[in-house]
Nanobody, 126 residues
Framework: QVQLVESGGGLVQAGGSLRLSCGASGRTFSNYAMGWFRQAPGKEREFVARIGWNNDVTYYADSVKGRFTISRDNAKNTVYLQMTSLKPEDTAVYYC???????????????????WGQGTQVTVSS
């Protein structure tokens, strides 16, 4: 089991920045691919970004490409999501997710991740 705890959400004006953090415990962090997802009211949970065991392999949703950066610090068991040029449509609950690298799972679907945090609210005002 992997336990994930997100932090760093809040209220920010459009054009501003936030950095989300997700701390992991319970297993060897570097053995897990990590992802960020978000869910706005009345909408399905959607992929935002994901990262392999190190910072060399990253993928982004088109809607955040060039504005958001995912990274990880395996020594601190933490994955980050740096968000810049925020827009009101980025408003959502942001979730951290993990899946074992050994599973061989690929892709960015919600079902391809096994472990989830409780989420942190990000609100972008216009």
């Amino acid at each position: 089991q992997v336990q994930l705890v997100e932090s760093g959400g809040g209220l920010v004006q459009a054009g501003g920045s936030l950095r989300l953090s997700c701390g992991a415990s319970g297993r060897t962090f570097s053995n897990y691919a990590m992802g960020w997802f978000r869910q706005a009211p009345g909408k399905e949970r959607e992929f935002v970004a994901r990262i392999g065991w190190n910072n060399d392999v990253t993928y982004y949703a088109d809607s955040v490409k060039g504005r958001f950066t995912i990274s990880r610090d395996n020594a601190k068991n933490t994955v980050y999501l740096q968000m810049t040029s925020l827009k009101p449509e980025d408003t959502a609950v942001y979730y951290c997710a993990a899946r074992p690298l050994r599973s061989g799972s690929t892709g960015s679907g919600v079902r391809s991740f096994d472990y989830w945090g409780q989420g942190t609210q990000v609100t972008v005002s216009s």
